[in-house]
Nanobody, 122 residues
Framework: QVQLVESGGGLVQAGGSLRLSCAASGGTFSNYAMGWFRQAPGKEREFVAATSASGRSTSYRNSVKGRFTISRDNAKNTVYLQMNSLKPEDTAVYYC???????????????WGQGTQVTVSS
């Protein structure tokens, strides 16, 4: 059974940084791409970033390119999202997702964590 546990969210001022972590258990972590998604109040969940199973390939939504960096440590079964230059519009609950195969895509699977709240004040 796949379990994903996010951590690292919090309250930060605009321009600040946060690092999210997602620890995975169950299954073979290094076989699957991993993604981060977010959902703001009243909005649909949206893709943020993804990394391939090896970590060599990444993908980002346009609004976070140059500010966010996704990475993974397959030895620790953990994926990270480093978020810099945060903006109030980045405020959302951030979710980790184990994707369907080894390639990074914007399409999530049914494996989600519980989410971690990120709030950026202006």
């Amino acid at each position: 059974q796949v379990q994903l546990v996010e951590s690292g969210g919090g309250l930060v001022q605009a321009g600040g940084s946060l690092r999210l972590s997602c620890a995975a258990s169950g299954g073979t972590f290094s076989n699957y791409a991993m993604g981060w998604f977010r959902q703001a109040p009243g909005k649909e969940r949206e893709f943020v970033a993804a990394t391939s199973a090896s970590g060599r390939s990444t993908s980002y939504r346009n609004s976070v390119k140059g500010r966010f960096t996704i990475s993974r440590d397959n030895a620790k079964n953990t994926v990270y999202l480093q978020m810099n230059s945060l903006k109030p519009e980045d405020t959302a609950v951030y979710y980790c997702n184990r994707q369907r195969g080894p390639y990074a895509t914007m399409t999530p699977s049914d494996y989600w964590g519980q989410g971690t709240q990120v709030t950026v004040s202006s």
